[in-house]
């Protein structure tokens, strides 16, 4: 049973439209849920972490936000250099306290 | 802050051979995880270890794979005996509980 699913698998945006990514999850207990940004042929760089539901993170033109079951990254007004592949991963008892990562989201900012 | 460093960033290499990859965390971080990656997936969590101790191996974790901490600085994943299906990339992270994890750019395997 999958434990973390991302939604879409990839999305192409005009830079400038905004939008949202999906992580939902299934795991209890939760520790952490965890976004990274990962580059062509290099490893995930850490963007936010969340702990509790209702909690928010922002950075530049990102926004993490997150519910009981689920976390969205919001992207406002998308740059070309914001294309990546967009990661989360969850901490929680029955992971063995492990990060469980989803598949991702592959964005794909056009000019 | 240098990162976690991995070495090397490429091998290639024929079926039944034995290969071993190098981490070196973040210098003040006591964790350190091994991650396997295929194409179009995220990360999978293969092991880790508190200072020297590996405390938690992931079933994807075969008797060919073996991982070590010496001293509790760098680390060593070693894979005997190579099958086509170890092809991956190999990620290292390192953490200071309870931090976030932070990721090397690792090693990409490739069994001819």
């Known amino acids: 049973e999958d434990q973390v699913t991302q939604s879409p698998e990839a999305l192409r945006l005009q830079e400038g439209e905004s939008s949202s990514l999906n992580c939902s999850y299934t795991?209890?207990?939760?520790?952490?849920l965890f976004w990274y940004r990962q580059d062509p042929g290099k490893g995930p760089e850490f963007l936010f972490t969340?702990?509790?539901a209702g909690e928010e993170k922002e950075k530049e033109r990102l926004k993490a936000t997150l519910t009981k079951k689920e976390s969205f990254l919001h992207i406002t007004a998308p740059k070309p250099e914001d294309s990546a592949t967009y990661l989360c991963?969850?901490?929680?008892?029955?992971?063995?306290?492990?990060?469980?990562f989803g598949t991702g989201t592959s964005l794909t900012v056009i000019p | 802050d240098t990162g976690v460093s991995q070495d090397p960033r490429h091998k290639i290499t024929k079926r039944g051979q034995n290969v071993t990859f190098r981490c070196d965390p973040i210098?003040?971080?006591?964790?350190l995880y091994w991650y396997r990656q295929t194409l179009g997936q995220g990360p999978e969590f293969l092991t880790y270890?508190?200072?020297?101790?590996?405390?938690?191996k992931s079933r994807l974790l075969s008797d060919r794979f073996s991982a070590e901490r010496p001293k509790g600085s760098f680390s060593t994943l070693e894979i005997q005996r190579t099958e086509q299906g170890d092809s991956a990339m190999y990620l290292c992270?390192?953490?200071?509980?309870?931090?976030?994890?932070?990721f090397g750019d690792g090693t990409r395997l490739s069994i001819l």
């Open positions: 992270a390192s953490s200071l509980d309870p931090q976030p994890q932070h």
């Open positions: 969340l702990y509790s």
């Open positions: 210098s003040e971080h006591n964790r």
């Open positions: 270890f508190q200072n020297e101790a590996q405390l938690e």
């Open positions: 795991v209890s207990g939760l520790r952490g």
């Open positions: 991963a969850v901490q929680a008892p029955n992971t063995g306290n492990q990060f469980y």
